[in-house]
């Protein structure tokens, strides 16, 4: 499932039908990505292979060991760079609502997605989901997350090159991002990225009788 994330935003959140868009994401979409599509493949520092790929409905077991690792870091850390959710354990009927319900919003062009895998385990997660009313369907909102032993390695770069990309393609002029304004490993990342700062929310996330602020970055495509 997806919220917020550590390195980055977690994308995860329930996504609801798009009211009053029409055909609109066709129009502006690019051909529609499949699930399992792969975007590339490389070769980490360490020898570690790494796959960019569309997430497909065989990842149901390793997205949920994916969430609730995130989960279990959050919970063991207070000091996590976790933006907002990873607030409880995921069960398997849960991610399999959400994973059925993204799949469709993938293949409808609303949202693009990019998983990194790495030995058959899914090691980080990424999305841009499109603007949800007609006058904001060419811009759209990314959040990325990845478990605590790869971040650092540049994957996360090579994530947010693709989504920028494919978003580009489909038709989006404009992309935002939020995090932790203190995370400066996803601040370096994204104006690595071409993202550039656009706004701080005072005090918007209240963990552990401490308030932290939000930071939101954008970028023209």
Avoid: C
Avoid at 31 to 50: D, E, M, N
Avoid at 83 to 110: C, H, M, P
Avoid at 140 to 146: F, I, K, P, S
Avoid at 198 to 215: E, M, N, Q, S, T
């Amino acid at each position: 499932m997806f919220s917020q994330i550590g390195l980055f935003e977690y994308p995860r959140q329930r996504l609801s039908a798009v009211a009053s868009s029409g055909n609109s994401a066709r129009s502006l979409s690019h051909p529609l990505l499949k699930a399992g599509h792969i975007y590339k493949r490389f070769t980490l520092a360490s020898g570690r292979k790494v796959t960019l790929r569309v997430i497909r409905w065989e990842d149901l077991d390793g997205l949920l060991l994916f969430i609730n690792s995130l989960v279990k870091e959050k919970q063991g850390d207070s000091s996590s760079g976790l933006y907002s959710g990873f607030d409880k354990k995921v069960t398997r009927e849960e991610e399999t609502e959400w994973l059925a319900q993204n799949l469709v919003e993938i293949e409808g062009g609303e949202v693009i997605n990019a998983i990194a895998e790495i030995g058959g385990r899914i090691i980080a997660n990424g999305e841009v989901t499109r603007g949800r009313y007609k006058d904001t369907r060419r811009h759209g909102h990314m959040g990325l997350t990845m478990i605590s032993e790869y971040r650092g390695r540049g994957i996360g770069r090579m994530i947010i090159e693709t989504l920028v990309r494919e978003s580009r393609r489909a038709g989006m002029r404009t992309l935002d991002v939020e995090f932790l304004a203190e995370n400066e490993t996803a601040r370096r990342a994204y104006q690595k990225g071409g993202f550039k700062q656009a706004g701080i929310i005072p005090h918007k996330v209240f963990r552990d009788g401490k308030y932290f602020d939000g930071l939101i970055m954008a970028r023209e495509l």
